[in-house]
């Protein structure tokens, strides 16, 4: 089913070309909500579930609740194939239509559009990806990146290994190991590798992983086995993640040695390994199954009536499409926001800016939300911090399924936090002339 699905989306794409796949926004009345996607191509097996969870839940409030606030969502796709290019172009046949939210779903993407964002007055929802330095809400008002940066995510994984190693000290003279996509996002959390090596005495080995080799890492994967890490950290993507996790296998790498980052730990990562890859970990934002009352809303208004594209009502409850349903949680409650500060029931993109500054999810609204312990709340989002630093927890294959293994784990925010403002900095140092924030902020927020 799965060869299929990708097959019919191909030959859509093929169809529809770069164009949006709905009706035009233009001529409905109610809040645009584009979605930049990506369902065919060398990562879809990442992206399709997550498109799958995004679409559903903004559908699912369509068809439950008539929208939100009494405002239709209009909800439309376009085809990226996380192709950087074709993302741009995405975006800019969308931003006529005054969409409230632009979701990129690639950092490549969202890298290009960030010094765009101020002048189409379009917010950004990058979330858990993109660049870690947009956290900070005084230089990037028009970007949201929560719940956690990419920098967070590398302080979590080196707080667990710590843990595990009775210390980070406990590091001094080994060698990390550090497999990548080769791209915007398999860099963007390397400045924080090498400060950690330089902090605790460890040797950072990198091991890139271009787009065109993400099926072919045997010969990477016998250099692994002579530099004998201590430990693997894995920030990949598509089709690269379940490569990387056979072969790890073959070479008898130490599974449960191997951590990868919170979008190389969908179901499609570790299903290809079977019991081989028993041992991996991951990351994880949110929560496993389809047994929260909201996803049960989900298959009744969207699956159950033929309005859903998954191909197998077993694919809903799924980590990434999980991870979908989040992010669209976290557009619906910045409309939500913008609509309660304006007074009006059909936002603008400059109002869900605002919406998206006073985000707050506790754990009482995740619950009234039908996902109850879904999440960590979202407390921390304001005007100079777009991001919150929040907690992800650790989940390993058992041989057929995840299974989380650890508490919440809170970031080094006492490191990240001053190293990303200092990125802030040189982003801007780097990008002149770059317009200081002119944007107020509310009381709320």
Known sequence: MRAKQLVLCAMAAATLGMGILAVPAA????????????????????????????????????????????????????????????????????KSKHPVVVNPYSTGITLQLIPKAAVDKIPILSMAYGLSASADGNTFPWIFNPPATYWDGLSMIFKYIGDKEGGLDKLKGKTIGYIFFDGGY?????????????DYGFTAKQYPVPAAEMQNQSGLWLNVRRDRPAWMIMWGWGAMNPTAIKEAAKINYPLDHFIGVWWSGSDDDARPAGHDGKGYLALNLNGLGASYPAIQEIMKYVVDKGKSQVDSKDRVGENFYDRGVYNSVLVAEAIRNAQHITGKKEVTGEDVRRGFEALKISEARWKELGLPDFAAPIDKVSCSDHNGHHSAYMQQWDGTKWVKVSDWIAPMKDKVRPLLEEAAKDYVAKNQPWPARTEPCDKSS
């Open 27 to 94: 001529a409905e009345e109610g809040i645009y909500v584009p979605l930049l996607t990506y369902r065919t191509g060398p990562f879809a097996g990442s992206g399709i579930p997550i498109a799958n969870g995004m679409h559903d839940y903004l559908t699912m409030l369509n068809e439950r609740d008539g929208g939100i606030g009494g405002a239709k969502l209009i909800i439309e796709e376009c085809e990226t194939g996380y192709d950087t290019k074709k993302g741009v172009e995405c975006y800019e046949q969308i």
């Open 186 to 198: 398999g860099r963007e959390p390397i400045p924080l590798l090498e400060q950690f090596a330089k």
